[in-house]
């Protein structure tokens, strides 16, 4: 007589409050680990754009070698169009801009795609959303669309002559707006001429140019409490808002950009004599 033996398979299943304290473990770690994670973005943004400002940095340099050494024009106008610096350096091909939405060196990952279709207004205040968008003009040369959300340290003015005409823009700004057109043969000072070169901004993140008006600053790194700016000696660092001239400050006098404490002269007076 054949005996048939019986192996018994015996389920073991996870209890409801075993799954209950699984969920919560999970979503506690969860809970821990994602500021971390948002902070660490953040950071390897901020970084990104100082990398991406040393980059258009060394392009605005390689003009200037190849152009008396003077740094490139805020806005050329005048026969034959309408160019900005980054249509310029595009255009001749320093440094390629990128149209709508496409990322490259001349986009800070910490703005905001999103034209700003009133950039002529100054923004409200440098944590503005306005501060942080993108500003973009079809070149006259290449008929291409670039864009970029960094601002030049310039004035648009067809003006030579400073607003006190004691001087003129040219002592106070690396890259002036130029008339081609003959009715204006004003340049900036070479670049290799700056006595200053490592307190002169070349650019920042911003909104299109100075313009006289702090707001135009963006503080959009460090949780809004910093702004990055690149310098007319190559180098590139992240300023605290209270190290800069505030939103109220008066930009047309002479010593405002350079207060007691403040380590960084964003408009040296006469910086190049």
Request: proline share 3%; aromatic share 14%; glycine share 4%.
């Amino acid at each position: 007589m054949n005996k048939t033996r019986h192996t018994s398979c015996r389920t073991t299943a996870f209890t409801l409050i075993e799954l209950l304290v699984v969920i919560s473990i999970i979503a506690l770690l969860i809970s821990i680990l994602l500021p971390a994670l948002s902070s660490a973005r953040s950071a390897a943004r901020d970084m990104a754009c100082l990398s991406n400002q040393r980059q258009v940095g060394v392009s605005i340099f390689a003009y200037a070698q190849n152009n008396q050494s003077y740094v490139v024009s805020f806005r050329m106008t005048g026969t034959g169009g309408d160019w900005y610096w980054f249509n310029i350096l595009s255009d001749n091909g320093y440094l390629k801009a990128p149209s709508a939405s496409t990322a490259s060196a001349f986009y800070c990952p910490q703005g905001i795609l999103k034209y700003n279709n009133t950039w002529y207004n100054d923004p409200t205040s440098q944590r503005s959303e306005a501060a942080a968008q993108y500003f973009y003009r079809t070149s006259a040369k290449s008929g291409e669309t670039h864009w970029t959300n960094y601002a030049i340290n310039a004035v648009e003015s067809t003006s030579n002559t400073w607003w006190d005409s004691s001087r003129k823009y040219a002592d106070y700004f690396p890259s002036i707006q130029r008339d081609v057109s003959g009715n204006d043969a004003a340049r900036a000072l070479p670049i290799d001429l700056f006595t200053q070169a490592s307190k002169v901004t070349l650019m920042y993140d911003g909104l299109v140019c100075n313009n006289l008006d702090a707001t135009r600053f963006s503080l959009r790194h460090s949780q809004k409490n910093a702004c990055n700016f690149l310098f007319a000696d190559g180098h590139a660092v992240a300023v605290n808002s209270n190290e800069m001239p505030g939103d109220s400050t008066n930009l047309y006098g002479s010593n405002e950009w350079n207060n007691a404490g403040n380590r960084f002269a964003f408009r040296y007076t006469t910086f190049n004599k």
